[in-house]
T-cell receptor, first 111, second 114 residues
Framework: GAGVSQSPSNKVTEKGKDVELRCDPI?????LYWYRQSLGQGLEFLIY????????KSGLPSDRFSAERTGGSVSTLTIQRTQQEDSAVYLC?????????FGPGTRLTVL | GENVEQHPSTLSVQEGDSAVIKCTYS??????FPWYKQELGKRPQLIID?????GEKKDQRIAVTLNKTAKHFSLHITETQPEDSAVYFC?????????????FGKGTKLSVKP
């Protein structure tokens, strides 16, 4: 079956612009996760959804970051007024039980 | 909440040697421990997992051991090959925390020299 998909695969933007990153989880997976991975670094947890609700948003790096999930499926991560330090790969994962399945990521470059 | 520590952060071995990566966890309620492999430029993928009702699990050249009393678990790769070069992440499940169901270690970069 189809795995987790993310779009776009690559995004180059100018400092100060807003960007939206999309995640399509595996159908039926109730939980959805967003991580950030800088070059050569580990998985930085950002936020997760159980259904459409995000129990805790404290992992988001700043108030420029927001995320939503609608219909218990697609999720969007929005970064406003992008900064160069936002450049990273943004990974999405989904799960039904224990195992998390990762998407291919969106590589964001802020010039 | 759960905390997962992973060591070493980097590991270099000769082809054919064994590699061992160790993780410790803090929450005695954790009962699921997966290992993910992330090749350069790719997504993390599950390679093996273990539940707390067993002490060891093997899959060809890969094995995982779990010591519930000491709260640590390890990944063992035997007869390493260049294609084993990747970053490996351990994780432990967590209930009621702020990060969802899995807490990840910081990763180990394994380099296998031919």
């Amino acid at each position: 079956g189809a795995g987790v998909s993310q779009s776009p695969s690559n995004k180059v933007t100018e400092k100060g612009k807003d960007v939206e990153l999309r995640c399509d989880p595996i159908s039926g997976h109730t939980a959805l996760y967003w991580y950030r991975q800088s070059l050569g670094q580990g998985l930085e947890f950002l936020i997760y959804f159980q259904g459409n609700s995000a129990p805790d948003k404290s992992g988001l790096p700043s108030d420029r970051f927001s995320a939503e999930r609608t219909g218990g499926s697609v999720s969007t991560l929005t970064i406003q007024r992008t900064q160069q330090e936002d450049s990273a790969v943004y990974l999405c994962a989904s799960s039904l039980l224990d195992e998390q399945f990762f998407g291919p990521g969106t590589r964001l470059t802020v010039l | 909440g759960e905390n997962v520590e992973q060591h070493p952060s980097t590991l270099s071995v000769q082809e054919g040697d064994s590699a061992v990566i160790k993780c410790t966890y803090s929450d005695s309620a954790s009962n699921y421990f997966p290992w993910y492999k992330q090749e350069l430029g790719k997504r993390p993928q599950l390679i093996i997992d273990i539940r707390s009702n067993v002490g060891e699990k093997k899959d060809q050249r890969i094995a995982v051991t779990l010591n519930k009393t000491a709260k640590h678990f390890s990944l063992h790769i035997t007869e390493t090959q260049p294609e084993d070069s990747a970053v490996y992440f351990c994780a432990a499940n967590s209930y009621g925390g702020s990060q969802g169901n899995l807490i990840f270690g910081k990763g180990t970069k394994l380099s296998v020299k031919p």
